[in-house]
């Protein structure tokens, strides 16, 4: 079984930071892809920001200069910085990972329980 535990929402002023994380766990055999998504209320969930095993991170056009994501291989972990965060930005934030595990070779989509982020004075 593979588990992903988003941590890292809060309430965060217009222009503040926020680093959300998230660990992937279980019968991992390897990750494609680690990613963050966001859903925002009465809207479809939307991609943040991407990250494969070996190449560069693909992000939205709405965070672009502002978040950065990054991940760590060998602990199968991915954070998103975000900065200079706008109202626009409140969300829950959902960590995506597709990947392989130990019982099967063929690669699934897995999701976090979500992590909410509201920017707001």
């Known amino acids: 079984q593979v588990q992903l535990v988003e941590s890292g929402g809060d309430l965060v002023q217009p222009g503040g930071s926020l680093r959300l994380s998230c660990a992937a766990s279980?019968?991992?055999?390897?990750?494609?892809?680690m990613g963050w998504y966001r859903q925002a209320p009465g809207k479809q969930r939307e991609l943040v920001a991407v990250?494969?095993?070996?190449?560069?991170?693909v992000y939205a056009d709405s965070v672009k200069g502002r978040f950065t994501i990054s991940r760590d291989n060998a602990k199968n972990t991915v954070s998103l910085q975000m900065n200079s965060l706008k109202p626009e930005d409140t969300a829950v934030y959902y960590c995506?990972?597709?990947?392989?595990?130990?019982?099967?070779?063929?690669?699934?989509?897995?999701w976090g329980q979500g992590t909410q982020v509201t920017v707001s004075s």
């Open positions: 990250i494969p095993s070996g190449g560069s991170a």
């Open positions: 995506n990972a597709i990947l392989a595990t130990l019982r099967s070779s063929r690669p699934n989509n897995y």
């Open positions: 279980g019968s991992i055999f390897r990750i494609d892809f």
